[in-house]
């Protein structure tokens, strides 16, 4: 157990000041969602303030501390998430210390919209998880598809990537039946409203509200979603919004710039940006016995950010940001750790939920590469280990020790390389190879195919 020794004021009056002392018991560090939730008020029918009035208006309740405590959401049967917070109420001479759980963001989000600016900092509500979620559902089979660019445009600076990313950025309202709203962030991908967002985020709802970075709102309904990868789906009824531009993750490399926009602790704090580098990619976190291969960054995120975009130098949504560490020791504090699900993940998720409604396994190529070689003529390639049965490497002749110089018409550097190339194809589709094998260079057609699990 740490202490934490403090002089503070006996009164205003006497000036004098006694110990006050600190003490609490450190937890392992845990990983948490970004999203909260409070219970709404009861009134309705109260007219509408003025955007501008309801986000500075205060609330009719009582003072609220000034470090709120936050509550955690997590997905149903996704990871249980654990964060214990430190808030520090100083009342006359008394000092309190908080531990809390952090989840979805605490919100007073009356009848009429506008209202749900208000924010109130309440006691922590869990009425979202493990219900149902019941948002009116969308028709499934829509043309649209998310497409990754590969494309390096000039580097961006923070204000020019807010100005084209922040746009694209909307707050999600999803109200529960217990009269209690999560908020969290999402990420606009198409101009007629398709958007992405955290699956906990929607979680338990039965109506979602999105608005944009102008304030104004839509009723967004429900694609459909996926627990395990924390991803939804929400369609809004709209023309003419603005899309981000998704970037490859498979193109990211550590210490690359990074910058995340979203609502921490709420709709006050809505359109933050914050920047930082990406600090690791393919990072296997294990949440309650699910993995989860994220991006790491140490970008600040907080409670309201999830669902909200992961954005590169070039201004390209490069990961959704999901979960971060936290722990509550003294003198060995966790920050900067937060992770996003990468963009080349996204997408394939994405698109199956808007084409099926189902997530089905990516497909596969049947080969097991490694390391990097360079032949004589300085050509690079990686190293085939093991070829699956019955699979498209097989199918199109591919053996173990044959080098992979060239996929798609790329040359190939790494395994991430042929990830990469991979992922813009289908399954069903045949994706074009360069191999070389004793001294001979030959060109091969590897299909891509569904590998099926027992």
């Known amino acids: 157990m740490d202490e934490i020794h403090m002089l503070q004021p006996n009164s205003a009056d006497t000036g ?15 990983p948490v969602v970004l999203c909260y939730s409070a219970p709404l008020p009861q009134s309705a029918g109260t007219q509408t303030p003025p955007l501008e009035e309801s986000l500075s208006a205060a609330p009719p309740t009582p003072p609220v501390p000034p470090t709120p405590p936050a509550s955690m959401r997590r997905p149903r049967n996704g990871p249980l998430i654990f964060l214990l917070s430190l808030a520090v109420l100083l009342i ?27 924010q109130y ?39 020019e990537i807010y100005e084209q990313v922040n746009p694209s950025v909307v707050s999600v309202v999803s109200y529960l039946s217990s009269g209690s709203a999560g908020i969290g962030t999402g990420v606009i991908m198409s101009e007629d409203g398709y958007i992405i967002t955290n699956y906990h985020v929607i979680e338990g709802g039965y109506e979602c509200d ?14 459909g979603y996926d ?30 710039k990074a910058y995340a926009i979203g609502n921490p602790l709420g709709l006050e704090l809505r359109g933050t940006l914050t920047d930082g580098i990406i600090s690791a990619i393919n990072r296997d976190v294990d949440v309650d016995g699910v993995t989860m ?27 959704i940001n999901t979960i971060k560490m936290v722990s509550s020791y003294a003198d060995d504090t966790i920050e900067g750790l937060g992770f996003a699900i990468p963009s080349g993940t996204v997408a394939h998720i994405v698109n199956c939920l808007i084409s099926t409604g189902e997530v089905t396994p990516e497909p596969v190529l049947g080969i097991t590469v490694m390391g990097q070689v360079v032949l004589d003529d300085s050509v690079t390639g990686v190293v085939v280990t093991e070829v699956t049965p019955g699979l498209g490497g097989e199918i199109a002749g591919v053996l173990p020790g044959d080098i992979i110089v060239a996929v798609d018409g790329e040359e190939v550097l790494s395994s991430s390389d042929v990830v990469r190339c991979r992922r813009r194809y289908a399954a069903g589709d045949s994706l074009p190879m360069t191999i070389y094998r004793d001294g001979t260079y030959i060109d091969v057609s590897v299909p891509l195919m569904i590998q099926e699990t027992e």
């Open 210 to 223: 999105v608005i944009l970075s102008s304030g104004y709102s839509y009723e967004a309904r429900l694609v």
């Open 16 to 30: 004098e000041t006694h110990e006050v002392v600190l003490t609490y018991t450190p937890d392992e560090p845990k």
């Open 92 to 118: 006359v001479s008394a000092c309190l210390l908080f531990a809390v759980r952090l989840g979805r963001s605490s919100a007073d989000v009356p009848d009429d919209w506008e209202d749900k600016f208000h």
């Open 227 to 256: 627990e395990e990868n924390d991803l939804a789906v929400l369609k809004a009824d709209a023309i003419g919004l603005t899309p981000a531009v998704f970037g490859s993750s498979d193109l990211l490399t550590v210490g690359d």
């Open 293 to 319: 291969t994220l991006i790491q960054t140490n970008a600040a995120l907080n409670s309201g950010n999830s669902g909200g975009p992961l954005i590169n130098e070039y201004g390209q949504v490069v990961g």
């Open 121 to 159: 900092w309440d006691s922590y509500d869990e009425s979202g998880e493990g219900e149902e979620t019941t948002i009116p559902a969308y028709p499934i089979g829509g043309d649209f598809r998310l497409t990754l660019t590969e494309d390096r445009p000039l580097v961006l600076t923070a204000q």
